[in-house]
């Protein structure tokens, strides 16, 4: 006898096939859920990233601006000290300018005064020209005999009084300018004695004795 060959049950294929085929739709379904909220995520993110970036772009905006507002505000300070020393400068060299001006002019008269004095004292004899100048300021005096010639002067302190003529000698040696010399006058020190006549005791003794 020929054997029987056992054909597949188509139904339970059927069934089998149609299990995969709904099972594959759900997961391509679910897969299309992941892949839409993947991609929302990825918008999100770019989303954020190119906020983000604005933001900075706009706060890097600011801080440069801010920065040419501050240099320029530096160099206008800067400017202005520039000006302001160029002024100082230039009013400083006029009043130096004007000082030399000044000193020179005084010397001229200084130099015309004593040459005219010289003059006079020149014509004069020498008896009488010596006391009046032993009798001026040692400074004025000095500066009158440097005017004269060395003949002049040598007659009129010889007609002097030798102490006067070694003083204003001494002087006429350290040349001009003759100008006196400021005196310093001691400082007081705490410990300075009280004289006696104006001692605080001594008022106290001499209440007590006017009133015995």
């Keep these: 006898m020929a054997q029987e060959i056992a054909l597949p049950d188509t139904s339970q294929s059927s069934s089998q096939l149609l299990n995969c085929n709904a099972v594959f739709e759900s997961r391509k379904n679910e897969i299309k859920e992941q892949l839409r909220e993947l991609d929302e995520k990825n918008q999100a993110m770019e989303a954020l990233k190119n906020a983000t970036q604005n933001i900075f772009n706009q706060r890097e905006t600011k801080l440069k601006e801010r920065e040419n507002a501050l240099s320029l505000k530096l160099k206008e300070i800067e400017d202005k000290e520039a000006k302001l020393k160029a002024m100082n400068d230039e009013n400083e060299a006029k009043i130096k300018n004007l000082i030399k001006k000044n000193e020179e002019v005084l010397k001229e008269i200084d130099q015309a005064k004593n040459n005219k004095l010289a003059q006079t004292y020149a014509k004069m004899k020498d008896s009488k020209a010596a006391p009046i100048i032993e009798n001026l300021p040692d400074m004025e005096a000095a500066a009158i005999l440097f005017s004269l010639s ?63």
């Excluded at 040598?154 to 070694?166: E, S, T, V």
């Excluded at 204003?168 to 310093?184: C, R, S």
């Design 150 to 212: 060395a003949q002049d002067m040598g007659k009129i302190l010889a007609k002097m009084n030798p102490k006067k003529a070694a003083e204003l000698t001494e002087i006429l040696k350290k040349g001009p300018p003759f100008k006196e010399e400021k005196k310093v006058l001691p400082k007081k020190t705490q410990n300075q004695e009280i004289p006696n006549e104006l001692s605080p005791k001594n008022e106290d003794t001499n209440t007590q004795d006017s009133s015995i």
